[in-house]
T-cell receptor, first 112, second 112 residues
Framework: KQEVTQIPAALSVPEGENLVLNCSFT??????LQWFRQDPGKGLTSLLLIQSSQREQTSGRLNASLDKSSGRSTLYIAASQPGDSATYLC???????????FGQGTILTVHP | EAQVTQNPRYLITVTGKKLTVTCSQN?????MSWYRQDPGLGLRQIYYSMNVEVTDKGDVPEGYKVSRKEKRNFPLILESPSPNQTSLYFCASSPTQGGEQFFGPGTRLTVL
């Protein structure tokens, strides 16, 4: 059974810092890995999708890497802003159709 | 606008009173899923559908039913809701197996 772990559980940083969120998974047989953002009481917004054959994806200030063999992914946020404050969720899509297994998330607070 | 919609967004009901949460997507996606999100347990898949008339159980299907009679709609049915089904529910869709998943805004259900 796939298990996804995210470290740290919570992170508080001053504005402008570069930061790294970590995600690990136990079963390397995945189709892809997706990073989401969730604001309090809101739905999930897809940030980045990395296919299993890819090593990284970039979107603006966000960069996600994937090391499938070691079961790890990192989300790098450059020059953090207060608007980046949210919960960040990592999810892997396994060999079953349409199923995402989620981590517990990292609660990020960026203070001015 | 491409989106996944859910209705209702908020619902308070009583034990045993049948209810349906609707989900609709306008992106012609084949894959649709339902998840529930609970504190400390994260997001867990309830049911998923690979296409019209094709559905299968996720991790926590007990107490739920689904149907997929049209490609765009994937309603979640609770025939006899119980308090342990109080949760935040999300519908998601994806164009392909292992593709990027798009989530609806969520339905907060309280069963008294």
């Amino acid at each position: 059974k796939q298990e996804v772990t995210q470290i740290p559980a919570a992170l508080s940083v001053p504005e402008g810092e570069n930061l790294v969120l970590n995600c690990s998974f136990t079963d390397s047989a995945i189709y892809n890995l997706q990073w989401f953002r969730q604001d309090p009481g809101k739905g999930l917004t897809s940030l980045l999708l990395i296919q299993s054959s890819q090593r990284e994806q970039t979107s603006g200030r966000l960069n996600a890497s994937l090391d499938k063999s070691s079961g790890r992914s990192t989300l790098y946020i450059a020059a953090s802003q207060p608007g980046d404050s949210a919960t960040y969720l990592c999810a892997v899509s396994g060999t079953s159709y349409g199923k995402l297994t989620f981590g517990q998330g990292t609660i990020l607070t960026v203070h001015p | 606008e491409a989106q996944v919609t859910q209705n209702p967004r908020y619902l308070i009901t009583v034990t045993g009173k049948k209810l349906t949460v609707t989900c609709s997507q306008n992106m012609n996606h084949e894959y649709m899923s339902w998840y529930r999100q609970d504190p400390g347990l994260g997001l867990r898949q309830i049911y998923y559908s690979m296409n019209v008339e094709v559905t299968d159980k996720g991790d926590v299907p007990e107490g739920y039913k689904v149907s997929r009679k049209e490609k765009r709609n994937f309603p979640l049915i609770l025939e006899s809701p119980s308090p342990n089904q109080t949760s935040l529910y999300f519908c998601a869709s994806s164009p392909t197996q292992g593709g990027e998943q798009f989530f609806g805004p969520g339905t907060r259900l309280t069963v008294l």
